[in-house]
């Protein structure tokens, strides 16, 4: 298993500035296909964000850390225990109300946000209590920057739960369709490593 989403976000800069939108594109799809798959079986992951998502050896994007997934079911369709690490959750989980499935997918948002800005949103705020009070997504700090479909992808995610789309409707998304071969993805892991390798001899030069 190679490195983290959130340890090649560090090494590649604000962006993805590596790989471009359709890498962000071919990201975003491999999660919503691992999403589609655990929310079919009704089970919501609840801790989606870039440290639970590892890149395997050939550029594809798994999502781990079952720790904080929970099973629903006809009986019991929707959850209200608060878990999670506040910057990915949803605003539903944070406020302690009923949600379902539709919580991973606005974290799913909240870590293409963090992609696109190069920190998790509302990373800047400590105030817990003033963070269960807060609905949407920051606003991008540079918009003009992305398309417009990726920029309608990132506000679906954000949407109020019962607008929020599955991960199977986001899947069609023209943003998603835009998605590159994986191939990319393995040179960006690629040019990744070598940033890598470069800084750790830089700090062994500054050492000696």
Not at 29 to 37: F, G, I, P, R, S
Not at 118 to 123: A, E, N, Q, R, W
Request: with cysteine; glycine share 6%; hydrophobic share 45%.
């Amino acid at each position: 298993m190679e490195r983290s989403l959130a340890e090649v976000c560090v090494l590649s800069g604000e962006g993805l500035q590596l790989g471009g939108e359709a890498v962000v594109a071919r990201l975003m799809a491999d999660v919503l296909e691992a999403l589609k798959y655990l929310h079919s079986r009704g089970v919501v992951h609840r801790d989606v964000r870039s440290d639970n998502l590892l890149f395997s050896n050939d550029g594809r994007l798994l999502l781990a850390d079952f720790f904080h997934a929970v099973q629903l079911s006809p009986e019991r369709p929707t959850r209200k225990e608060v878990v999670g690490v506040w910057y990915w959750m949803a605003p539903e989980l944070r406020a302690g109300q009923p949600y379902n499935t539709a919580v991973d997918i606005y974290s799913l948002g909240a870590t293409l946000w963090e992609l696109l800005e190069g920190v998790p949103p509302h990373s800047e705020i400590e105030d817990v209590d003033f963070l269960r009070t807060i609905c949407h997504l920051p606003p991008l700090s540079q918009p003009l920057r992305w398309s417009e479909q990726l920029r309608s992808f990132l506000a679906l995610c954000a949407e109020e739960p019962s607008r929020r789309p599955s991960a199977v409707a986001l899947l069609d998304h023209p943003f998603i369709r835009r998605a590159c071969p994986r191939s990319e993805v393995v040179a960006l892991l690629n040019r990744a490593r070598v940033l890598e390798d470069e800084l750790h001899r830089q700090e062994a030069g500054a050492t000696i």
